[in-house]
């Protein structure tokens, strides 16, 4: 098999043309200006990243970040006890636990947004129900709110936190809960000594695929939040696809991935000192 | 842990499960509901099925759905295991790096892979279209072939391959009567995944199609974006049974192997 080490090379002409090369050219790309006409003007200019420092786009960006945040943190709150009960079930319900969390994986996000739809409208099935039993007298406005594009983010990425958090807590040493609590700690003392610092890694993959994912997707936003709200993603796609601004969009694309990494970094670094703290407390 | 977990915990994992599956079974219990408006339940009917087969550019987008996604399955299959094979008997100072960019588009964010190619697309003067929306399939789905494949060629060990080179076999004749047929469950199970994830793509696609090559999830996003219509119901519930059966078949093969540790599909 020795000889064939060049059969890569396909492989390695496709990914730097259709990956690395496109990537490069949006970074180049971002540096240019255009003209009134929309065509891309090959000079070098900082148009894109200035015209970001307008308060329209920095308020869409703030909103961006508020809204990734609160997306993870909400996703982690809700899929921990999840994640940690499958990890801890009965084999047979741990099988069950992860098929069912992984089937939503495989269907279309668009179809899982559009379900929302279907029970937020005027016309949903939410509304239908409070008129039923008498609790309202007018059908409520719950689609195109902010509170309807948080929820259809949540929706959308709960698997992506869970499975990363079930990995985590389930590779946990379970004798070291048991020595826990023959030394007398309580439930809750065991938890928050053993298991949350032990299952960190999956706390920080599960976040930050949360997060990243929440920031890039406009569709929810789009769907479920109407004209009224918007994120930096679905200006990206508007200035691409609408207004032919590729400079512009090329930058707010290349702000968007820095934003991630930096915040990437941060919390790895803020979930590696408190880690490190605790072993210090605990030697 | 789980005689001492808390019984609040099963509780709240049950109203999870309930919250993930109601919007689901939701769409798939209104495609057979007989009324346009209303979140009554109106009686049964297969009448939205029926329209659906009828519609032209529902069918439209079907076939160039599955023209993108047989292409880019073969092609992204056979590269991804490529990558795979070879990968595995390079250098550090090659490996690494490979599996890096070979793991990107796992990483990266969708519009962000989606936009970088249409701008490279246009540089290039390629008219956008459906071969453009292949090439763009072909990238990502590579990669998970790779992973799949991989996973598999790592459980498996060297030892067969030895012995067989010991014996006097030729390196083609190894591969063709030891590598592959071990490896071919993670071929076949790579090839699915890449399969349902080229159909269920929206998000790249919406970048590099042109007006005439719409697929169904481009379909489905501008029927969702005009308002509700109970035939964008049957249409996903469609596309969720082909995309749950096409998943859970391509979990049933990787893990047919006897005495392999099985492999969880995880898709991250």
């Known amino acids: ?283 | 842990m789980n005689k001492r977990s808390h019984p609040l915990l099963g509780l709240h994992s049950l109203l999870m499960m309930i919250f993930i599956y109601v919007p689901i079974v939701l769409v798939i219990v209104y495609s057979f509901n007989n009324t346009r408006l209303s979140g009554d339940w109106k009686g049964f009917t297969l009448d939205w099925y029926s329209s659906l087969l009828k519609d032209r550019h529902v069918m439209e987008a079907l076939v160039n759905s599955l023209i993108v996604a047989v292409t880019s399955t073969v092609v992204a299959t056979l590269l991804g295991t490529i990558a795979a094979l070879t990968l595995r008997d390079l250098g550090k100072r090659w490996k690494n790096p490979m599996n890096g960019v070979l793991y990107m588009p796992v990483i990266i964010p969708d519009i962000i892979m989606g936009l970088s190619l249409l701008v490279l697309f246009s540089q290039l003067n390629i008219s956008l279209g459906k071969a453009t929306v292949i090439i763009a399939h072909i990238t990502f789905s590579m990669s998970y072939v790779y992973v799949v494949v991989n996973a598999r060629l790592s459980g498996m060990g060297r030892q067969l391959e030895e012995a067989a080179q010991d014996l006097g076999a030729t390196g083609w004749q190894t591969f063709r009567y030891v590598t592959f047929p071990q490896i071919s469950p993670g071929i076949i199970s790579g090839a699915l995944i890449a399969f349902t994830l080229s159909l269920d793509d929206f998000m790249v696609s919406f970048f590099v199609a042109g007006p005439s090559s719409t697929t169904l999830p481009i379909y489905i996003y501008g029927q969702v974006k005009r308002g509700v219509s109970p035939e964008i119901n049957a249409l996903c519930t469609i596309l969720i049974l082909v995309s749950i059966t096409l998943i859970l078949l391509a979990q049933y093969v990787l893990n047919r192997g006897k005495g392999q540790k099985k492999h969880k599909m995880l898709p991250i």
């Open chain 1, 1 to 283: 098999m020795k000889k064939v080490k060049w059969l890569i090379s396909p492989v390695v002409l496709w990914l730097g043309l259709f990956l690395i090369v496109p990537m490069l050219i949006v970074l180049v790309m971002s540096f240019m200006q255009r003209d009134t006409l929309g065509n891309v003007v090959y000079s070098f200019s900082l148009d894109g990243y200035i015209t970001f420092w307008d308060s329209l786009y920095l308020g869409i960006y703030w909103d961006t970040i508020v809204l990734s945040v609160l997306t993870t943190l909400i996703c982690l709150l809700v899929s921990y006890p999840l994640a940690y009960y499958i990890a801890g079930a009965s084999p047979r319900i741990q099988n069950w636990g992860l098929i069912l969390i992984t089937v939503p994986f495989w269907i279309n996000f668009l179809i899982r947004t559009y379900a929302w739809v279907l029970l937020l409208r005027t016309q949903g099935v939410v509304n239908s129900l409070l008129l039923n039993f008498g609790w309202i007298d007018e059908p409520l406005q719950m689609l195109y709110t902010k509170g309807a594009v948080l929820l259809g983010m949540v929706y959308n990425f709960i698997p992506f936190m869970v499975l990363p958090l079930y990995v985590a807590i389930e590779q946990i040493d379970k004798r070291q809960l048991e020595a826990a609590s023959d030394l007398g700690a309580s439930r809750w003392k065991a938890f928050w000594h053993i298991t949350l610092p032990q299952s960190k890694s999956g706390i920080m993959t599960g976040s930050v695929l949360v997060f990243v994912s929440t920031a890039g997707m406009f569709v929810v936003t789009d769907i479920l939040g109407g004209s009224k709200s918007s994120m930096i993603s679905n200006i990206i796609q508007s200035q691409f696809l609408g207004a032919r601004n590729w400079p512009f969009g090329s930058a707010l694309s290349v702000i968007f991935i820095l934003t991630s990494l930096v915040l990437i970094m941060l919390f790895n670094r803020a979930m590696q000192s408190r880690h490190e703290r605790l072993k210090e407390g605990n030697s």
